[in-house]
Nanobody, 119 residues
Framework: QVQLVESGGGLVQAGESLRLSCEASGSTFGVTAMGWFRQAPGKQRELVAIQSNNGQTTVGESAKGRFAISRDIAKNTVYLQMNGVKVGDSAVYYC?????????????WGQGAQVTVGS
């Protein structure tokens, strides 16, 4: 099993910056990508950013130009640098790990980190 632990969430004011971290432990073999999703109350979970092992990055529309994802593959850690946050960025941010296993692709999720942006 994989354990993903997020940190760095909290309350920030609009326009400020915040950095989320997520460290994976346990059965981390076969990792192909790590990233971040978010879910606001009453809304569906949406992609923020995800990065594969070869560095290919996909960024969600709401994060483009403001958020940056980075990884330390050796440490099985992924970061999300959030700049110029907006009230609309308030959500629970979930870390995600994708692994390629014998039976196919498997996604694992963290418990989530609450980010609240004040106006």
């Amino acid at each position: 099993q994989v354990q993903l632990v997020e940190s760095g969430g909290g309350l920030v004011q609009a326009g400020e910056s915040l950095r989320l971290s997520c460290e994976a432990s346990g059965s981390t073999f076969g990792v192909t990508a790590m990233g971040w999703f978010r879910q606001a109350p009453g809304k569906q979970r949406e992609l923020v950013a995800i990065q594969s092992n070869n560095g290919q990055t996909t960024v969600g529309e709401s994060a483009k130009g403001r958020f940056a994802i980075s990884r330390d593959i050796a440490k099985n850690t992924v970061y999300l640098q959030m700049n110029g946050v907006k009230v609309g960025d308030s959500a629970v941010y979930y870390c995600c790990m994708q692994r390629s296993l014998s039976h196919g692709l498997q996604a694992s999720w963290g418990q989530g980190a609450q980010v609240t942006v004040g106006s």
